[in-house]
């Protein structure tokens, strides 16, 4: 059967928009015509009545679980005070009594002026039973009384490795953890989602992000005994997923080498279940450190105010290197996230590392966020290889910026997420969402990387020599992405002999406002020439 997309401009995902027709048979793209050529007399005609039709999106870091996960617990995301925040888990524990546990995300940490929460305000309405929520950056923890003790976590608990606990004046712990070191100790103790739970979730999260026009994730974060390796292989073998998945799992600096052998024995289970590209485990992921608004991310500079504080590097630089030498060394692909300038080092430092000790393979070496880069860096992300995975959705001035981000940076605040700057240095970029940190909708994160502007904001853009124009913007979602998957071979053009996975867009993006590139919709996704939504 021969299926003919007809009546839609067509970016083929170089160069500019076509007038054509795009032939597929199968699950290839077998022509594209220019608009009026014949058409095969047995071809199934697909009219899409407008708009565009493009390479279907890529998510080159993302957390999908976690996202569809949060339906199940309190609707804390949309509180803008803490009264909401507090409402929201007062309704829901109200509603489930008999839970042990009440545990939810992703509570929004710009609402307080420093980004610390007390456990106070959650005793107010759950004094009974622990209550944990994580936060939308998903490095914080904030926690009730009966949660912190239920942790063992008092005045006199030391400040854990890898982490810090927030405390009051007099010693006693606030209820705000951060990084693992310290979110862990309450984490640890919060009772596993069901497998059922897990299933549903990677389900829900597939037709989420099938919605918005992706046809391929990385799940940049899976524990190995979080069961969610089960899940994805019984969603994927059930036929209950509308995208394609890449696993990338957590390396512990506490437990790497323990971690090996475990790593090696769950892609070997994943690659047994014979589902082909649909699931794959072929990634190994790093923190290289944690997040500026907590002051962990790990810095050149002291951040302001904090006289010989550089945050936190997660790890040691040469057990870094050390271990991402022994995942390599199994064909595990590296993914790291690096926040601050001194973890984007660290980061290439050991790539560099990597690279000169190891034999030479396609080893496509990622690192992640890269809010702050230092300039004599800009030049390595190239020369490594590296890719350059940004989340375009931030790189807009918000709450975050005003009230956490740049308080802590001064001068260092209009260095951040210098995408054009990356871009003209020779790195490949490729573009995620970090979902559910941000929006699953990659138009969302378009209208960002091309405008740096929030949505309806009317003034100037923020830093606007880091402003990438829709084609490389485009770019990093399509082509990008099919790089960092090692797909580019099948997947991110539309052209003969391709994979035929497209996203029927309600508009041309080249032909609208950018500040508009948000208010297009996804009319159709189709994987492998099947529509999946």
Not at 270 to 292: N, S
């Amino acid at each position: 059967m021969t299926t003919a997309f007809t009546n839609a401009a067509v970016w083929p995902g170089t160069g500019g928009v076509r007038e054509a027709t795009v032939l597929v048979g199968g699950d290839k793209v077998l022509a594209v015509l220019d608009r009026g050529e014949p058409l095969p007399a047995s071809a199934s005609v697909v009219d899409l009545d407008g708009g565009a039709l493009l390479p279907a999106f890529g998510d080159g870091h993302a957390h999908p679980v976690f996202a569809a996960l949060e339906d199940d617990g309190p609707a804390v995301r949309s509180a803008r005070t803490v009264e909401e925040a507090a409402e929201a888990v007062r309704v829901f524990a109200a509603a489930d009594p008999d839970a042990e546990w009440v545990v939810g995300a992703s509570f929004d940490r710009s609402i307080t002026p420093d980004g610390t929460f007390d456990a106070r305000w959650l005793d107010a309405v759950v004094p009974d039973r622990p209550v944990v929520l994580r936060a939308s950056d998903y490095h914080t923890v904030w926690c009730n009384t009966a949660a912190l003790r239920a942790a063992g976590i008092d005045s006199a608990t030391p400040e854990p490795a890898l982490g810090r606990i927030v405390r009051r004046d007099d010693g006693s712990p606030m209820g705000t953890l951060l990084e693992w070191g310290a979110c862990d100790l309450v984490l640890d103790l919060v009772p596993p989602p069901s497998p059922a739970a897990m299933r549903r979730a990677v389900a829900a999260a597939s037709a989420r992000c099938a919605a918005a026009g992706l046809t391929w994730v990385l799940d940049a974060w899976v524990d190995l005994e979080s069961g969610a390796v089960d899940a994805y292989v019984d969603a994927v073998a059930a036929g209950e997923c509308a995208t394609r998945f890449d696993l990338a799992f957590r390396i512990d600096p506490r437990a790497w080498h323990e971690q090996v052998p475990l790593v090696a024995a769950e892609r070997a289970r994943v690659e047994a279940a014979g589902l082909g590209d649909r699931l794959r485990a072929r990634t190994v992921k790093f923190f290289a450190d944690g997040i500026i608004e907590s002051s962990t991310a790990a810095m050149l500079d002291c951040y302001c105010g904090h006289s010989g504080d550089r945050g936190i590097p997660m790890w040691d630089p040469d057990e870094l290197a050390a271990a991402m030498a022994a995942f390599d060394a199994l064909g595990m692909r590296t993914h790291v996230h690096a926040i601050g300038d001194a973890g984007v080092r660290a980061a290439l430092d050991a790539v560099a590392r990597v690279t000169r000790g190891n034999p030479a393979w396609d080893r496509r070496p990622t690192i992640t966020h890269l809010q702050l880069v230092d300039p004599a860096d800009v030049a390595r992300l190239a020369s490594t290889g590296v890719i350059a995975n940004f989340q375009p959705y931030w790189a807009q001035w918000d709450d975050f910026q005003t009230n956490l981000t740049a308080p802590r940076l001064g001068e260092r605040t209009d260095r951040q997420y210098a995408m054009a700057t990356v871009h003209a240095g020779g790195a490949r970029v490729s573009f995620g969402s970090d979902w559910p940190v941000s929006s699953v909708r990659p138009l969302d994160g378009l209208r960002a990387a091309v405008t740096r502007k929030r949505p309806g904001s009317a003034g100037a853009s923020w830093c606007p020599d880091e402003c990438l124009t829709i084609g490389q913007a485009l770019t990093a979602y399509t082509a990008g992405a099919a790089y960092q998957a090692a797909d580019e071979a099948t997947r991110g053009l539309i052209r003969p002999g391709m994979v035929a996975d497209f996203v029927h867009l309600s508009a041309d993006p080249f032909a609208v406002e950018p500040e508009a590139l948000d208010a297009i919709e996804v009319r159709g996704t189709w994987l492998a020439g099947h529509q999946v939504a």
